[in-house]
């Protein structure tokens, strides 16, 4: 099978977050069962410092509104990897410092994404790779499957192509004034409720959810949760329509990347047969945090500091848990606000409590091997990967009963530890009471030292490798396939 994944970063060339996770690890898994994959993204800053980065000598004149935007196609084969990449490049789009924005987007994202998705799509006819599928990651590559089915309906090129369109964070919809109909170079008639119209403006993610052969979201359980008026953001009426056609895929992650046992930026390997190891890397880390060495609790967050991460119930709830010995190492950026809270936070308890409001991936893994709990009580998680990350490293996770969460930890309440099927701590409720019983159960376990260190190691003997979720997204695309052939591309 041909498959090319349109997203707007992927690993090791730009990651902000999950999604670039994903497609640095899937299209590999993808190629490992015999499949044909190219991805194509954006050549961001940081990109244009790899040198292994080769031109094509194909370039782009692409119609945007009323003006016409040059670009270039790069490509690159990395070390071992059976994957081309092909970049696009565009420099004043994407030689920017941040690959959005930051806390305040780009006002002209509108105009960056709609190029990228248009480049893309010329990309392809260009190199002659015509694929049986196009799988099209979040807002920023939710244009291909509008333009594919209003701009190149007639184009024999694409007569066999079918599309996925996967959602990664719902909450990130793409929605723009209506002007991005103009850039699309699509019909004002799609500015209505049955089309890309959102409130008054319009949502380029609710277009790929109608225009897509079939959808896809990164859990399971997230899948249902769209569904509904708590989590569907305004677009669960669109997906409700749609329900026969959305499938859950559990993400996966990498263990050539993150897997103790060979984990090269740790002060010390181990494994789940021998943990000794673990403890130099919690005494490392508890060093390089400048925190007290103790026998309590120490706790690792790793992720965005925003509302979505439940930084509310942490703003509350850490100096109770602190008061009462609890450690915290927390690693990331996001709103100001958070930032502010826990430099207050540091101030107060200097010795207990050590915030890197940076984004550093070495650390990351410092952190997650020196823990002994990883904590997420995200208000919603698509998927998550900390948690899965955590599980390998060792660290518990204590989570919130949402999401891809939901389906991959399960509470260590009396009954699953006498069944063995517990590996974690789940709160389900998103309320102070819970979150800081997790804890005290948690601490209770800790004392109980063979049935703790029975938990750590059955978690890190859990399997959620790329290769199980590669098979389930080619059953996808098959019956994406089938839906494209059988419908004539009109969903």
């Known amino acids: 099978m041909k498959i090319l994944m349109v997203a707007s970063e992927g690993v090791p060339f730009s990651k902000t977050g999950g999604l670039g996770d994903v497609v640095g690890a899937l299209p590999q898994a993808l190629a490992r069962e015999g499949h044909e994959i190219r991805v194509i993204l954006p050549f961001y800053g940081a990109a244009m410092k790899m040198s292994s980065v080769q031109g094509t000598g194909i370039t782009f004149s692409v119609p945007l509104g009323d003006d016409i935007v040059a670009g270039e196609l790069l490509q690159v084969d990395l070390p071992g990897s059976q994957v081309r990449t092909w970049l696009i490049k565009q420099d004043s789009f994407f030689g920017r410092p941040e690959l959005y924005g930051g806390t305040d987007p780009y006002p002209d994202n509108d105009q960056r994404f709609v190029f990228f998705c248009k480049a893309a799509l010329q990309a392809l006819k260009a190199t002659n790779f015509s694929p049986d599928v196009v799988h099209c990651h979040d807002w920023q590559a939710a244009a291909i499957p509008i333009l594919l089915r209003h701009a190149y309906s007639d184009d024999p090129f694409f007569d066999r192509t079918s599309t996925l369109f996967t959602i990664h964070n ?116 508890e060093r390089e945090a400048s925190l007290e060495h103790s026998a309590e609790p120490l706790v690792g967050f790793v992720g965005r500091l925003t509302d979505q991460k439940g930084l509310d119930l942490m703003e509350y709830g850490l100096p109770r848990l602190l008061e009462k010995g609890f ?165």
């Open 170 to 285: 719902i909450a990130f919809q793409g929605i723009f004034g209506t002007g991005v109909l103009k850039l699309l170079s699509v019909p004002s008639s799609l500015f209505s409720t049955e089309g890309l119209e959102f409130y008054g403006n319009a949502s380029l993610m609710k277009g790929a959810l109608l225009y897509s052969d079939l959808l896809n979201t990164v859990s399971p359980s997230y899948a249902r949760e769209i569904l509904t008026a708590e989590f569907g953001f305004g677009l669960e009426g669109v997906l409700s329509s749609r329900r026969e056609d959305l499938f859950g895929i559990l993400n996966g992650i990498d263990y050539s990347v993150w897997d103790p046992r060979f984990d090269e930026v740790l002060p010390s390997r181990y494994s789940s047969d021998d943990l000794s190891g673990k403890m130099l890397c919690r005494a490392h880390i």
């Open 327 to 491: 450690r915290f190492i927390l690693l990331g950026k996001g709103e100001q606000r958070f930032h502010e809270l826990l430099w207050s936070m540091a101030g107060r308890y200097p010795k207990r409590l050590r915030s890197f409001l940076t984004f550093d991936e070495a650390l990351s893994h410092r952190i997650f091997a020196g823990v002994d709990l990883c904590l997420m009580p995200s208000r919603f998680e698509p998927c998550g990967l900390n948690q899965l990350i955590a599980l390998r490293y060792g660290a518990l996770p204590v989570v919130r009963s949402v999401g891809g969460l939901r389906d991959t930890v399960v509470d260590a309440t009396p009954g699953n530890l006498r069944a063995g099927i517990a590996n974690g701590f789940v709160l389900e409720n998103h309320t102070l009471v819970d979150f800081e019983n997790a804890f005290l159960r948690a601490n209770d376990l800790m004392t109980r030292k063979g049935l703790w260190q029975d938990l750590v190691r059955s978690g890190m003997e859990e399997d959620f490798s790329w290769d199980r979720s590669a098979r389930e997204y080619l059953e996808l695309y098959k019956k994406a396939q089938a839906r494209h052939v059988s419908t004539g591309g009109i969903s």
